[in-house]
Structures are given as C-alpha cells and as structure tokens.
T-cell receptor, first 111, second 116 residues
Framework: DQQVKQNSPSLSVQEGRISILNCDYT??????FLWYKKYPAEGPTFLIS?????DKNEDGRFTVFLNKSAKHLSLHIVPSQPGDSAVYFC??????????FGAGTRLTVKP | EAGVAQSPRYKIIEKRQSVAFWCNPI?????LYWYQQILGQGPKLLIQ????????DSQLPKDRFSAERLKGVDSTLKIQPAKLEDSAVYLC??????????????FGPGTRLLVL
C-alpha cells in the first residue's frame, strides 16, 4: 500500500534555478510531513518538516508547502546548488509516529 | 553530538545463512526504529522500540526476522534464515521522546546486505 507517492523518479535543474519536488499522499490521517535528503552510502538526513496545521514552512533556501485538500506537498529549493544533488524522500506520519516514505526523487543540479 | 551508529556497513551472505546488525542510537533518544530499504524504494518500517519495549512490529516478518533492545539503548536486528529478497539496506533511526506525538527521526548510515 503506497500511501506516499513521489511520481518523479528524477529531476534535473540548472544551478541557481528553483528545484520543485512533489509528493502526494492518500492517508488523511497523516498530520506531520518531512523531507529527507540522502547522499550515496549515507543514511537519510532530516531536511525540513511541516505540521498539518500549517501550509508553509521555510528554512533558508528550503520551503515546504502543504495543500491538505489536495493531499499534496512540495519542496522548493531556491537557489539550487550543485551540493543539493541527492535523493530526496518525502515522509508522512500519523499520531502513532508510523512514518511512511515515498520512493524518492533524484535531484541533479548542473553547474 | 555523535549520530546513530550502525555496523557492519556491508555484509554478503548466502541464502539460508543468518546475519545480525547492530545499532547504537543517539544518546538520550528513547525511541529506536529499524527500516528496510529495497533498491528503488523508500524505507519501510520493520520495528519500533520505546526504551526496551516494542511499540510496533506489524511489518516485521516474524518467521525470519527478530530484533531486541534489551537495555533500552543499543539494538540488534537478526535475519535467520536469509532469503534472496532480503537484499536491501537496513537503516536504524532514533528520536527523542518528549511525550509529543511527532518526533524527527535521525538515521544511521545503514547496513547494506546482499544475499546470494
């Protein structure tokens, strides 16, 4: 049961431009959403999160938007840098902290 | 602050053999998680501990997988016997329990298992 979906397996952007990574979910009980970044041979690293009571959370170059009615969230990276090249996982959890992950989107930022 | 430690980093075994993975969470983190990440997929939760008690093991294949966290600190995950489909990265994560419902999980580097 794929409750969290990242439909784009890969994304390529030019350095300095905006990267937009998308995520959809099906379980209306999810109320906490996270983005993790993963480099090769490393574990996922927490990037940014958002609670369902908000529709936007910003941290430096990273902004997460949540559209509860559409069950959709997105991660914006502005401006994109080559060091942002990694696999980005969207994750969602309900009150029991059972976190579900998407399959990931591989972002490549070209110099 | 030291992160989540895992060992070994890599393991190659033949099917039907046994294997064990070790995890040491971030100091003070009461909650510990084991995930399985198959190539091309996101991590899937296998088991969640709160101190040394199991909170959720609904997705753990209990006929071959077992896990323990005896002293509420480090944990081991065992597979016995291994199957080809167990080839994956096994990730350990921990979080600081403050009684809140959502806590950010911090991941270790993972153990990459290949079953031949």
């Amino acid at each position: 049961d794929q409750q969290v979906k990242q439909n784009s397996p890969s994304l390529s952007v030019q350095e300095g431009r905006i990267s937009i990574l998308n995520c959809d979910y099906t379980n209306s009980m999810f109320d906490y959403f996270l983005w993790y970044k993963k480099y090769p041979a490393e574990g996922p690293t927490f990037l940014i999160s958002i609670s369902s009571i908000k529709d936007k959370n910003e941290d430096g170059r990273f902004t997460v938007f949540l559209n509860k009615s559409a069950k959709h969230l997105s991660l914006h990276i502005v401006p994109s840098q080559p060091g942002d090249s990694a696999v980005y996982f969207c994750a969602a959890s309900a009150t029991n902290n059972d976190m579900r992950f998407g399959a990931g989107t591989r972002l490549t930022v070209k110099p | 602050e030291a992160g989540v430690a895992q060992s070994p980093r890599y393991k190659i075994i033949e099917k039907r053999q046994s294997v064990a993975f070790w995890c040491n969470p971030i100091s003070g983190h009461a909650t510990l998680y084991w995930y399985q990440q198959i190539l091309g997929q996101g991590p899937k939760l296998l088991i969640q501990f709160q101190n040394n008690g199991v909170v959720d093991d609904s997705q753990l294949p209990k006929d071959r997988f077992s896990a323990e966290r005896l002293k509420g600190v480090d944990s081991t995950l065992k597979i016995q016997p291994a199957k080809l489909e167990d080839s994956a990265v096994y990730l350990c994560a921990s979080s600081f329990y403050r009684g809140e419902l959502q806590e950010t999980q911090y991941f270790g580097p993972g153990t990459r298992l290949l079953v031949l």
